[in-house]
């Protein structure tokens, strides 16, 4: 019941949890059990990831990077997805990678976008073992 867990996910919210936070902000960007609403996802997400959950600021980090309920924002996004990394979120580490690989809000770098894909693949994300394989051909 996505209503239900709005309404405890507010409450653990309201009570300073970040984790919380991140799993709310995730409900308004999904739309799920309350209206979807990408302001109230990117404020949630930011309370999150200010509270020091890594998987906040990569979500905040992929928000400013597609300019949803925030103004698109390339480096802005870099930065949280470097915070997100440096956290422990495999997320965070891939996204980045896919960033330095692209030259989104940083300089392109394959060695760092490779550094990245291999970070996030040793934490468990597939994708990341993929990416590095690609790069290494």
Do not use: P, W
């Not at 965070?92 to 770098?109: H, T």
């Amino acid at each position: 019941d996505y209503k239900k867990s709005a309404q405890l996910l507010q409450k653990a919210c309201n009570g300073g949890d970040a984790i919380g936070c991140g799993f709310l902000g995730e409900l308004y960007y999904q739309g799920k059990g309350v209206r979807q609403d990408y302001n109230k996802a990117a404020q949630l997400h930011q309370k999150a990831c200010d509270g020091g959950f890594a998987a906040g600021c990569a979500f905040l980090g992929d928000l400013y990077f597609q300019g949803k309920g925030v103004r698109q924002d390339y480096n802005k996004a870099a930065q949280l997805l470097q915070k997100a990394c440096d956290g422990g979120n495999a997320i965070g580490c891939a996204y980045l990678g896919l960033l330095y690989e692209k030259g989104y809000g940083v300089k392109r770098n394959n060695i760092t976008a490779k550094e990245l894909y291999g970070k996030a693949c040793d934490m468990g994300l597939q994708k990341g073992c993929d990416d590095y394989a690609r790069l290494n051909q």
